[in-house]
């Protein structure tokens, strides 16, 4: 399985990017039941969840992005997404998706990260 994480760049504080995850190696039927998340790495932090959703829509978010980020899911096409609005300087990281929860914190499948930058 390969994760293609795409839709970082730079953007000045307030503003909007949407995230995009595509997978490749797994068909449908496997996709659509495994848990898809967000995480995200700030320099000289360790890597934090942002956002989680499940096989059955179930969604968890971590505080700092609680009623700006949506993480949403497109089983048919194999991609997880995550909108970001009205974002901060603090949310400047590296974005990795992952696939497959196996623990708490442990995912199967993860994406080569994609960076963003909010300007202040």
């Known amino acids: 399985v390969q994760l293609q994480a795409s839709g970082g760049g730079l953007v000045q504080a307030g503003g909007s990017l949407s995230l995009s995850c595509a997978a490749s190696?797994?068909?449908?039927?496997?996709?659509?039941?495994?848990?898809l998340a967000w995480y995200r790495q700030a320099p000289g932090k360790e890597r934090e969840l942002v956002a989680v959703?499940?096989?059955?829509?179930?969604?968890e978010y971590a505080d700092s992005v609680k009623g700006r980020f949506t993480i949403s899911r497109d089983n048919a096409e194999r991609t997880v997404s995550l909108a970001m609005n009205s974002l901060k300087p603090e949310d400047t990281a590296v974005y990795y998706c992952a696939v497959d929860r196996r623990s708490r914190s442990s995912w199967m499948y993860w994406g080569q990260g994609t960076q963003v930058t909010v300007s202040s």
């Open positions: 959703i499940t096989r059955d829509g179930f969604l």
């Open positions: 190696g797994i068909n449908y039927s496997i996709f659509s039941v495994k848990a």
